[in-house]
């Protein structure tokens, strides 16, 4: 495994740990908590497999989370950082199809999309350049001027 996809493991195996502590309230020692789950498949598969599993866990969590409003986002970001671990907006920025198209589309067409953007927008902590942020506050502002 390279050091990028090891520093990614450790990032999202800690990341899909307090989202799960916090979000689905699984305690970190319960069976079923991913922290163990995946132990379990590097174990049986090795790093590269749970890799893998852990990027599906991500997006299960930008799946939950698609319908929030931003304050409870927001509310999670900040819960996220004071564990030390990465924002549900990066995950969403790094991970999320819907972002994806949303950037290559240059516009946001509805409600769910702002939240999407704006949400990535509002996270300092996440490591998107200037030039990106920039672009996002001018789709936020395109989209808000509509209204």
């Known amino acids: 495994?390279?050091?990028?996809?090891?520093n990614e493991y450790k990032e999202l195996?800690?990341?899909v740990g307090v989202f799960s502590t916090i979000v689905w309230?699984?305690?970190p020692d319960a069976e079923i908590h991913p922290a163990k789950t995946i132990e379990k498949i590097v174990q049986k598969f090795g790093k590269s497999k749970a890799l893998i599993g852990l990027r599906q866990a991500a997006?299960?969590?930008?799946?939950?989370?698609?319908?929030w409003d931003l304050e409870s986002k927001v509310?999670?970001?900040e819960a996220l950082k004071a564990s030390g671990v990465v924002t549900i907006?990066?995950?969403?920025?790094?991970?999320s199809s819907s972002y994806?198209?949303?950037i290559k589309r240059g516009h946001v067409r509805d409600d769910t999309e702002y939240y999407v953007v704006n949400g990535i927008l509002v996270d300092q902590g996440n490591a998107i350049s200037d030039e990106e942020r920039t672009h996002l506050q001018?789709?936020?502002d395109a989209y808000e001027a509509k209204w």
């Open 89 to 95: 907006s990066e995950i969403v920025r790094r991970y």
């Open 13 to 15: 195996l800690a990341y």
């Open 138 to 140: 001018k789709l936020i």
């Open 59 to 67: 997006n299960d969590t930008i799946e939950e989370t698609s319908h």
């Open 1 to 6: 495994m390279t050091p990028e996809r090891d």
């Open 100 to 102: 994806k198209r949303i």
């Open 75 to 77: 509310r999670l970001d």
């Open 25 to 27: 309230k699984v305690g």
